[in-house]
């Protein structure tokens, strides 16, 4: 089975730019969380989707926002870009019963840099 | 708020030295416990999961165990091979996915 897939790997952007970036999921996982890491702060949870709906949302301000297609592919994107959000940015997969807890996969990320 | 803190932030053995790293974690209903493991550049890859106190899981060189307050991965005989940063994650009751992550272990296994 192919993994999670994320493109582009790497991104160069100037402040005040926005960018998206994208996800593939496991086949036949329908969940799709991102995650933004930084040496600083670690992994942190974005936002969550599950059949097309945000299920769930971190801490970040409203520049940060996603979607999700009726495929279970992802984007999200980052409006009005400052140069603290410079990171990699994860996705990761799960099959998700809503009651019993999976497993996360994750793809390689995206790595941002905003100049 | 869930919280989860790893311990140490890094730790250098020799090749066969056995060690354990740890991850303590607050949460209000623990749904589940996961290690991964990261190599630099990349996504973290799933090592286990855990889900209640008393529980274990073994692969390979690495065994994980839990308690109602914190998890411990065991590395056994480790090689070079096994040099990465292993991370500990808590997903809480709340019926959502979100993972909350502590700042991982860095650990550098020296031939």
């Known amino acids: 089975k192919a993994g999670v897939t994320q493109t582009p790997r790497y991104l160069i952007k100037t402040r005040g730019q926005q960018v998206t970036l994208s996800c593939s999921p496991i086949?036949?996982?329908?969940?799709v969380s991102w995650y933004q890491q930084t040496p600083g702060q670690g992994l942190q949870f974005l936002f969550e989707y599950f059949s097309e709906t945000q299920r769930n949302k971190g801490n970040f301000p409203g520049r940060f926002s996603g979607r999700q297609f009726s495929n279970s592919r992802s984007e999200m994107n980052v409006s009005t870009l400052e140069l603290g959000d410079s990171a990699l940015y994860l996705c990761a997969s799960s099959l998700s019963s809503g009651q019993k807890s999976y497993e996360q996969y994750f793809g390689p990320g995206t790595r941002l840099t905003v100049t | 708020e869930d919280q989860v803190t790893q311990s140490p932030e890094a730790l250098r053995l020799q090749e066969g030295e056995s060690s354990s790293l740890n991850c303590s974690y607050t949460v209000s209903g623990l749904r589940g416990l996961f290690w991964y493991r990261q190599d630099p550049g990349k996504g973290p890859e799933f090592l286990f999961t855990?889900?209640?106190a008393g529980e274990e899981k073994e692969k390979e060189r690495l065994k994980a165990t839990l308690t109602k307050k914190e998890s411990f991965l065991h590395i056994t005989a480790p090689k070079p091979e096994d040099s990465a940063t292993y991370l500990c994650?808590?997903?809480?009751?709340?019926?959502?996915?979100?993972?909350?992550f502590g700042t991982g272990t860095r650990l550098t296994i020296i031939p």
């Open positions: 086949s036949g996982h329908r969940s």
């Open positions: 994650a808590v997903q809480d009751d709340f019926g959502n996915e979100k993972l909350t």
């Open positions: 855990l889900y209640s």
